[in-house]
């Protein structure tokens, strides 16, 4: 790909998630509403798009639990698909939730739909009890170890030295900045500010090309890799290759919820310029 810039996501990409961020989907819905989606539904919501914030997809997975005691009638991938019919996000989910269901049940749903308790349980559930005390300033009601500890580190060594020694290398990511630290830190790579994106750094999120575009600028670079492991991240090289007169190359891995055959065919279908087993495999592809 001849390429002057890597850009990373974090999530799925350098360290696995699914014992702590999509654990904490799944269990912060339980514990709020007593039911809850299963661990494999959340891949569907991530691949309709626009949940690139893991709080909004546990709003919207509480939604479809509360619409589904409420009548809705729908299975988890007939209602993603109409929330990937709406444009994707949170907005739609609720819009396929007030368009399933009489006026009167859907004013019910929202009425019992709680986003503040699903956020603050989440980071409680994620970060636990000693770093929610440092990094949400509140006192816990729920004494949890934290699912952040369970996340094993994905990228080698040796890639990122790879990486470092042949490109300017820039991170992505969905996560907020103190929770993008620790990653880092875990994974080994040592990022400048200027040089990341966080949830902190711009409203918009992926599939918005303008961090990515941000990034090149940044780096002067004129042909940038961005490698993700979601639809949405692939969508953010094809919007910002659309968007600027510089080349993007989206690569998805198959380390998150994307895998084997069928993750290659949804990379493929959203225009990925490669698929790669794992990040670890970026640096031979790049070659």
Partial sequence: MNVDAVVLDVDGVLVDVADSY????????????GETIEKADIQPFKDAGGFNNDWELTDAAALYVLGSRAGLGLDVDEFTDRIAERGGGLDAAKAVVRDALPDADAEGVVDEWDPERLRDVFQQLYLGSDLYRDLEG??????????????????????????????????????????????????????????????????????????????????????????????????????????????????????????????????????????????????????
């Fill in 138 to 287: 509140g006192e816990p009601d729920i004494d949890a170890p934290g699912f952040i500890h369970d996340e094993p580190v994905i990228v080698e060594a040796e890639t990122i030295a790879a990486l470092e020694e042949r490109y300017d290398v820039g991170v992505l990511t969905g996560r907020p900045a103190a929770e993008a630290d620790i990653a880092l830190e875990r994974a080994g790579l040592d990022v400048p500010d200027e040089h990341r994106f966080t949830m902190d750094d711009w409203d918009e999120g992926k599939p918005d090309p303008a961090a990515l575009v941000t990034l090149a600028e940044r780096f002067d670079a004129e042909r940038v890799a961005f490698a993700g492991d979601t639809l949405d991240d692939v969508r953010t090289a094809v919007n910002a290759d659309a968007a600027d007169d510089r080349v993007y190359y989206g690569v998805g891995v198959l380390t998150g919820g994307l895998t084997g055959d069928e993750g290659r065919r949804k990379y493929s279908g959203e225009g990925a310029s490669a698929v790669v087993e794992s990040v670890n495999d970026l640096p031979d592809l790049l070659e």
């Fill in 22 to 33: 999509r654990r904490a989907v799944v269990e912060s819905v339980e514990r709020v509403y």
